[in-house]
């Protein structure tokens, strides 16, 4: 039976305190320098952030690796450590198993639709409208 991941729509406003952008840049196969695609032939692209959070009432930073497809690099007119909102939010938990298919922990992954300025005011992309 192959895993089915389990994938839930986070409401950034309610978990973070603000989610800041890093960098951007292409998905790669491991051990290449070749972009990996969608299905539909889409570049696959990483966005790193850091993601603030209260905890134990104290704040807390994670950089996260947030997955998106995006025929232009996600993140290109941003500069560093701004504030942005991930349209399309979602967070994914499958089975981590070891080479025996033994269940050994949680494999956790994020994506996205795509990566706005909070200080953005113009339209959005005609990828985030359709969805």
């Not at 299905?39 to 807390?60: I, M, N, Y």
């Not at 909102?85 to 956790?108: S, T, Y």
Request: proline share 6%; glycine share 10%.
């Amino acid at each position: 039976m192959i895993p089915v991941p389990q994938i839930y729509a986070i409401d950034q406003a309610a978990t973070f305190e603000r989610v800041l952008f890093l960098s951007g840049e292409p998905k790669t196969r491991f051990g290449s320098d070749v972009q990996e695609t969608s299905k539909d032939g889409v570049p696959k692209w990483e966005v790193q952030l850091v993601a603030s959070f209260r905890q134990f009432g104290r704040s807390t930073n994670e950089i996260i690796k947030v997955g998106i497809t995006a025929h232009h690099q996600p993140g290109a007119e941003l500069g560093p450590a701004e504030p942005v909102q991930l349209v399309g939010f979602e967070i994914g938990v499958m089975d981590k198993k070891n080479r025996e298919g033994q269940v050994v922990g949680a494999q956790v992954w994020y994506r996205c639709q795509e990566v706005r300025s909070l200080t953005a005011t113009g339209p959005r992309t005609k990828q985030a409208e359709a969805s």
